[in-house]
């Protein structure tokens, strides 16, 4: 049987779970990342750093959350095609250049 706790009298804690994190809520992201979703963010990533773009202006031109694009860079997030499309424009680049840059 494995340990439980109380974490804040609320919900109980299974401290023997790996996957869990400091407040009993599961933390799948390394579990649920596809590895087309983690391709395409890393190489959004590598773009938007090569033309020297922080993430937060990204976001602003592309009108997203900074952790949104965030969350599609690590492959957290099956991102929108309409969002994809505004992301590569505002990196002056096309949805094919992203794709080929993935490996996609």
């Known amino acids: 049987m494995r340990p439980e706790a109380t974490c804040c009298g609320t919900c109980s804690v299974d401290y023997g779970a790996s996957f869990r994190n400091h407040s009993g809520v599961p933390n799948l ?3 649920r990342q596809d590895p087309a979703l983690v391709a395409l963010g890393e ?3 590598r773009i938007r750093l ?3 773009i922080s993430q937060e202006r990204l976001a602003l031109n592309a009108e997203v959350d900074r952790s ?3 969350r599609v ?3 957290d997030n099956n991102v929108a095609v309409l969002t994809l499309i ?3 424009a505002a990196l002056d680049i096309t949805v094919a ?3 080929e840059q993935a490996g996609l």
């Open 68 to 70: 949104y694009v965030g």
């Open 29 to 31: 992201t390394s579990r």
């Open 43 to 45: 190489a959004l990533r």
């Open 50 to 52: 090569s033309k020297s």
């Open 73 to 75: 860079e690590r492959g």
């Open 86 to 88: 505004r992301l590569t």
């Open 97 to 99: 250049t992203l794709m």
